[in-house]
């Protein structure tokens, strides 16, 4: 792949900027209350597929004009439920959530994924633009709400899969169940967010210094294999034990696993080198994906 | 089924009563410290499968006098070990602890359910009165206490499945492998409840307002749901997205989805009408439940 | 098995202590910052392996000196990564992980197992000397870090696996994925320990009041009971259902279970003498361990 020119791509619904090795994604539809349309889905998941296979990218950080009237309103619902699904046919059995194509996006993305919420944030705008990323930092006054049993369906963006794994189910069912409005320093909520900052324009520049000084100091293949053992371990604590030991076994003898016996002998900070696409081994990733297109059958 | 007129079932170890289709289920056992005998847990049972099945509930509160000597005190033991266990034969394979059956029934029900702990709590107090609920309201003086291994058995009535997806491990061991007397309050539980009250009077009118105002503003269908997804996950985030956007389609599609839509254009609160027993799917539930009932074999 | 004199067992790296039933691992290379070498390695898989069987032991707490440079300063990596795994052959696929190798020995002991770290704690230091304990005390002041992505090397010890089940994936992100150095009263942390201690000096004693109280009180058997149903759950809340009806039903008909009806009709502490090696039940353990070693298979 050559890299692309990111400032090129003609994308409409958000703004992306590659700047020392972090893209930074903003949501573009403040007059709109940065809800999200088909448009949006489709750029971002373009984005993220992006970031993932290039190099030159280390994290992604996913924020908002500090303004606007809110980091994501959610979907735009104003024409029904429609955006919510998106279908290769008319079989009710092809309807794929769109959310949850754009939490897959971001979860299955290999570099530091970072969400910034500057701003209210309600349904999709706490799902899929908050839950798949690695780490989140968030404005203290935040309005957060996940509306689903409130406003007459279940919760989407594959929501009921990654906020019990991040929180546990107590706090889960606090949020998921009741369609509760709180604010990042709820006990419900708090340990979602890495960092919680009291005003908007503190939140986006509090990411960016985060991921500037990881960036910095660690690898991009580290990463990629300590983001595939959490989100893909084993079944078993000696499952894992074979994952970690056969990943440790190829990262060691790595170029950045010689750097970072180098440094720490030579007494300075390492220098990683080594980047996704030269790295090949036939263990990564060790898991199966599964395959969530439609199969049609002919009869 | 034709509803059933609570007042007339005949229990003896509860007291029920239906109101703003809030089931209230009081623990009727006050001069014996409200433990569990093998008639409360048979009531426990029926008053849960019938709650799920009756569409005129929509939440269900456990609670007890906040004058009693406490919530709950356990299994009544003084006839030894026997209240623990179930069979149907003498063969030692077909013994189930009743706490179990207790823990299932709640955790099946389709409505919302609420433990108003306005009492201390030890044992089955602690375990199928407590864990199986989606939410938990307590007293701040509650003495709670997770005795089983002081007492010569293993925690019980599936504590060990649910605890520590509610908490994660570290708080479960500080819980289930101490046997230490806590209070809800304390770093090791508090994340288990919802509200914690400073008096024992307050508990249950606090759950109660919470459950008339969720009551009030949510879909019966969509909480059926939004449990099944959290209790019943995908295994994996696609097969989630698979289950979710499944749950999203019909949903949309129904008349709570359609009212919800409406509800929000025209900027008013929603009034959702549709019930579990006209809402007939070949999708939900989705999952299969495992036989529990001893299964002799002829030789 | 006759018990070891474990005074005469010839460790060099550790100093091993039997008293009150509480067997003491103090780590013993404080001039080399207590780091692991594969000679403690060695001698940690042997110590813990008889803790496991030997009857006298009830619960085993790791230490080291209050006053040495650190609680354990990770892998000794002067010579290298080679101390991270084992193989039986040159073959890459044979290569272990020997953090994991100790990580499996603490998980898998049947005995109540506490981490005491009153000093500062890196790497294998925070992985293996910590997680697959059942408790952790800490000193306030030390500094912990999981440094791994910094050093050009993924998470290793089954930190992956132990870490989220413990506090969640927010927060194990939040340590695994940034290397970021924290104190235990950290939010990212501080839900990992059971008691947070102001004092280097204050953190053994602490921990060992507390395994003298729940070692005199509490049953072997149970115990080991308890942490099989938390390490090996049902995979339903149904098949959890069947696993813990059959332990209480063989532990309440136990000498520990009955003695634990009778001291508590009697209104009296109870005197639990039931141990592992008297109790065998075609039942307990009821899972199936993977095993790890390198298959070989010839062509």
């Given at each position: 792949?050559?890299?692309?020119?990111?400032?090129a791509?003609?994308?409409?619904?958000i703004?992306?900027?590659?700047?020392?090795?972090?893209?930074?994604?903003?949501?573009?539809?403040?007059?709109?209350?940065?809800?999200?349309?088909?448009?949006?889905v489709?750029?971002?998941?373009?984005?993220?597929?992006?970031?993932?296979?290039?190099?030159?990218?280390r994290?992604?950080?996913?924020?908002?004009?500090?303004?606007?009237?809110?980091?994501?309103?959610?979907?735009?619902?104003?024409?029904?439920?429609?955006?919510?699904?998106?279908?290769?046919?008319?079989?009710?059995?092809?309807?794929r959530?769109?959310?949850?194509?754009?939490?897959?996006?971001?979860?299955?993305?290999?570099?530091?994924?970072i969400?910034?919420?500057?701003?209210?944030?309600?349904?999709?705008?706490?799902?899929?633009?908050?839950?798949?990323?690695?780490?989140?930092?968030?404005?203290?006054?935040?309005?957060?709400?996940?509306?689903?049993?409130?406003?007459?369906?279940?919760?989407?963006?594959?929501?009921?899969?990654?906020?019990?794994?991040?929180?546990?189910?107590?706090?889960?069912?606090?949020?998921l169940?009741?369609?509760?409005?709180?604010?990042?320093?709820?006990?419900?909520?708090?340990?979602?967010?890495?960092?919680?900052?009291?005003?908007?324009?503190?939140?986006?520049?509090?990411?960016?210094?985060?991921a500037?000084?990881?960036?910095?100091?660690?690898?991009?293949?580290?990463i990629?294999?300590?983001?595939?053992?959490?989100?893909?371990?084993?079944?078993?604590?000696?499952?894992?034990?074979?994952?970690?030991?056969?990943?440790?076994?190829?990262?060691?003898a790595?170029?950045?696993?010689e750097?970072?016996?180098?440094?720490?002998?030579?007494?300075?900070?390492?220098?990683?080198?080594?980047?996704l696409?030269n790295?090949?081994?036939?263990?990564?990733?060790?898991?199966?994906?599964?395959?969530?297109?439609?199969l049609?059958?002919k009869?």
């Amino acid at each position: 792949m050559s890299p692309p020119d990111y400032s090129a791509l003609g994308f409409k619904e958000i703004i992306v900027t590659l700047e020392n090795q972090i893209l930074v994604i903003l949501i573009n539809r403040a007059k709109f209350r940065n809800t999200f349309n088909e448009g949006i889905v489709t750029e971002m998941l373009q984005i993220f597929d992006l970031a993932d296979r290039d190099d030159r990218v280390r994290a992604v950080i996913l924020t908002a004009e500090h303004t606007a009237p809110a980091f994501c309103s959610g979907a735009d619902i104003n024409a029904g439920w429609d955006i919510l699904w998106k279908s290769d046919s008319q079989d009710e059995h092809a309807h794929r959530d769109s959310g949850g194509w754009g939490s897959m996006a971001v979860y299955r993305c290999r570099k530091i994924t970072i969400s910034a919420v500057n701003g209210h944030a309600a349904g999709v705008g706490a799902t899929a633009s908050q839950l798949p990323f690695d780490f989140r930092f968030a404005w203290a006054g935040a309005k957060i709400t996940y509306p689903f049993v409130r406003r007459g369906i279940s919760p989407e963006a594959t929501a009921t899969y990654l906020l019990p794994r991040l929180l546990g189910h107590s706090r889960a069912n606090s949020l998921l169940l009741t369609g509760a409005t709180v604010t990042p320093t709820s006990p419900y909520i708090e340990a979602l967010y890495h960092r919680i900052l009291p005003t908007r324009e503190e939140v986006f520049p509090a990411a960016k210094a985060f991921a500037e000084e990881l960036v910095a100091n660690s690898s991009q293949v580290d990463i990629a294999y300590a983001k595939g053992l959490l989100q893909h371990p084993g079944d078993s604590i000696e499952e894992n034990h074979l994952l970690d030991s056969r990943a440790i076994r190829l990262l060691a003898a790595s170029p950045d696993g010689e750097e970072g016996v180098k440094s720490f002998k030579e007494r300075r900070l390492p220098k990683f080198t080594d980047t996704l696409s030269n790295h090949t081994t036939s263990f990564y990733p060790w898991w199966r994906r599964l395959d969530v297109k439609h199969l049609r059958t002919k009869l």
